[in-house]
């Protein structure tokens, strides 16, 4: 079993929509928990970073952390084209940066 | 600041042959890092340094070495180029808030 399954899309929606882009882990040791985007032959970049449990909102951004179903979601409210790349989950079990689990990465574009 | 700086954006080599892909960053970050990332798999980490004179493997270091003289700078060096080491090879690096910054990337293709 990976450590991080995130299903890869891809996600087409209408501009607009509200996406919900999910991942699930399988061990109960991380705690801090992040969204990266990545554009097309760019770089990640961190978009959402939270620790522990809860709801962390940024802008049309919300980052959900269910520690005890192990699941973790990214809302994007009123998508935008510009929003279309690919969104990567991570996760680790401490803040000294030592090592990181990514997803898959979901694939998402939003049509205007 | 220009971050993390990769070079080369781009190479081709000959299998057999052997390169070094160069990363540095400005922000003074202790931990830094090398990724490759392959069609549908995600992020697969190669080799990391915790601070200069200190890197340890990571998920996939074999065919690959590092070395970490400086804070700035963690080159990577691919010895005998394989065609399964063509791929987008990441650099990143992070100060203790674990939040990891990363560069453009370098796309190389062994034939």
């Known amino acids: 079993q990976k450590e991080v399954e995130q299903d890869p899309g891809p996600l087409s929606v209408p501009e607009g929509a509200i996406v919900s882009l999910n991942c699930t882990y399988s061990n109960s040791a991380f705690q801090y928990f992040m969204w990266y985007r990545q554009y097309s032959r760019k770089g990640p970049e961190l978009l959402m970073y939270?620790?522990?449990?809860g709801n962390k909102e940024d802008g049309r951004f919300t980052a959900q952390v269910d520690k005890s179903s192990k699941y973790i979601s990214l809302f994007i409210r009123d998508s935008q084209p510009s929003d279309s790349a690919t969104y990567l989950c991570?996760?680790?079990?401490?803040?000294?940066?030592?090592?990181?689990?990514f997803g898959t990465g979901t694939s998402l574009t939003v049509i205007p | 600041n220009a971050g993390v700086t990769q070079t080369p954006k781009f190479r081709i080599l000959k299998i057999g042959q052997s390169m070094t892909l160069q990363c540095t960053q400005d922000m003074n970050h202790n931990y830094m890092y090398w990724y490759r990332q392959d069609p549908g798999m995600g992020l697969k980490l190669i080799y990391y340094s915790v601070g200069a004179g200190i890197t340890d493997k990571g998920e996939v270091p074999n065919g690959y070495n590092v070395s970490r003289s400086t804070t700035e700078d963690f080159p990577l060096r691919l010895e005998l180029a394989a065609p399964s080491q063509t791929s987008v090879y990441f650099c990143?690096?992070?100060?203790?808030?674990?939040?990891?910054?990363f560069g453009e990337g370098s796309r190389l293709t062994v034939l």
């Open positions: 990143a690096s992070t100060p203790r808030t674990g939040e990891l910054f």
């Open positions: 939270t620790y522990s449990s």
């Open positions: 991570a996760m680790s079990y401490t803040n000294t940066g030592n090592q990181f689990y």
